[in-house]
């Protein structure tokens, strides 16, 4: 190993890895054609608003 580089990088991004990763039980879960069904409605929304006011 040199002595002028920092190897840590990998080392103290571990922890994040470990956490995002986990799954929890209780944890909400929303199926993503759920997400993109209502983004696209609330865009229809928005613009339904813009020609109505």
Known sequence: ????QNSGGLMSSAGLVRYFDSEDRNAITVDPK??????VLFGV???????VV
């Not at 190993?1 to 002028?4: F, L, P």
């Not at 929304?45 to 020609?51: A, D, K």
């Open 1 to 4: 190993m040199s002595s002028g």
């Open 34 to 39: 759920t997400v993109m069904v209502f983004c």
């Open 45 to 51: 929304f928005i613009q339904i608003l813009n020609v």
